[in-house]
């Protein structure tokens, strides 16, 4: 039974609503036959036991495993497929999954809304948790250790459009969620990545948005999970990632970009760590940052990298350099 009902219940329906996308996306080594996906077990073995129901008669989205007798619904297959160590997790990995607004998150200010049905949710939909993929062992190479977001997703084959080239190669890819301040998808990034070594990929323009993510970004961790909570906020994934293995327990947001970084609306509520890359332009996105949190009364610190970026800074001397030079905590 779940701890939260009416939400569990709610998602646990708009599940059941895309049951086929929810299969094919969590337990990909399955198949449809007839009304019912098979699949070997919870965990995505291939195989015959576990029947998924994908439409009536009867409820979609509830499974049976024939070998065992466990039964359930698709939440609790994503709570299962994605780790998730509370149903609170699981519920972000499904709206995630389902591009629906944080039940947490206050309404986003301005009247645009992102189309839900467009490229860029089309594409986040056909992606894979980022657990034990390629995408994963490229933030990993990087030294990044905390990595397993809702927000992170991986993508196989992902065609890579060059306008200079006739030819549209297809290379692995770490896909992020760009997401308004309700939490609704705007947008994704891709990273396409090299196939044979965790890096990025040769090509022109290694990382491409798809969809509005100007002023928006790619968030990490719970909303406002515990009192007084600290939020660090800066351009790159890899950055603000490098910053949230030295500073496990605080959220993250990262803006993609320095205008975006100086466009982005601080929520309150948070502290503030703006974490700036090096350079002027790094600086002149900080302080305009600053100057939103100082104007709104939302109490930050800007963070100044040693090197180029923050990145660097772990690779260069790990998790405790950055501790060591910056504090045991972000927060101003």
Same mark, same amino acid.
């Given at each position: 039974m779940y701890a939260c009902p009416s939400t569990a219940t709610r998602t646990a329906a708009a599940l059941a609503a895309q049951a086929e996308d929810v299969c094919r996306h969590y337990l990909p080594a399955g198949k449809r036959q007839g009304r019912y996906w098979v699949v070997g077990d919870?965990?995505?073995?291939?195989?015959?036991?576990?029947?998924? %129901? $994908?439409?009536?008669?009867?409820? &979609?989205?509830?499974? =049976?495993?024939?070998?065992t007798g466990d039964h359930g619904d698709l939440l609790d297959i994503i709570r299962?497929?994605?780790?998730?160590?509370?149903l609170a997790a699981a519920l972000s990995e499904a709206r995630s999954f389902l591009a629906l607004p944080s039940r947490q998150a206050p309404a986003p200010p301005g009247p645009a809304k992102?189309?839900?049905?467009?490229?860029?949710? %089309? $594409?986040?939909?056909?992606?894979? &948790?980022?657990?034990? =993929?390629?995408?994963e062992a490229y933030l990993q190479a990087r030294g990044i250790e905390r990595c397993r977001f809702a927000s992170l997703r991986f993508h196989p084959k992902l065609r890579y459009r060059d306008p200079g080239s006739s030819t549209q190669p297809e290379y692995p890819a770490l896909v992020a969620a760009v997401t308004n301040r309700a939490g609704r998808l705007?947008?994704?990034?891709?990273?396409?990545?090299?196939?044979?070594? &965790?890096?990025?990929?040769d090509v022109q323009a290694p990382k491409k948005a798809l969809g509005p993510v100007y002023g928006q970004a790619v968030r990490f961790g719970p909303a406002n999970a515990r009192p007084d909570p600290v939020l660090i906020v800066g351009e790159g994934i890899e950055t603000v990632l490098s910053l949230l293995t030295a500073y496990p327990g605080v959220a993250g947001a990262a803006a993609l970009s320095a205008g975006s970084l100086g466009a982005f609306i601080p929520p309150r509520g948070w502290r503030i760590a703006i974490a700036r890359?090096?350079?002027?332009?790094?600086?002149?996105?900080?302080?305009?940052?600053?100057?939103?949190?100082?104007?709104?009364?939302?109490?930050?610190r800007v963070l100044a990298p040693a090197l180029a970026d923050f990145n660097e800074d772990l690779a260069a001397g790990g998790a405790d350099a950055i501790r060591q030079r910056l504090g045991c905590t972000p927060r101003g």
């Open positions: 919870i965990d995505g073995s291939p195989g015959h036991s576990l029947i998924v %129901r $994908l439409r009536g008669p009867g409820k &979609p989205g509830k499974f =049976t495993d024939m070998a299962r497929r994605s780790r998730c160590s509370s992102a189309d839900p049905s467009g490229a860029a949710l %089309r $594409l986040w939909r056909y992606c894979r &948790p980022i657990d034990r =993929t390629h995408a705007t947008g994704v990034l891709r990273t396409y990545l090299d196939p044979d070594r &965790p890096a990025k990929a890359d090096a350079g002027r332009h790094g600086a002149a996105a900080a302080d305009n940052l600053a100057k939103r949190c100082a104007r709104n009364g939302i109490r930050f």
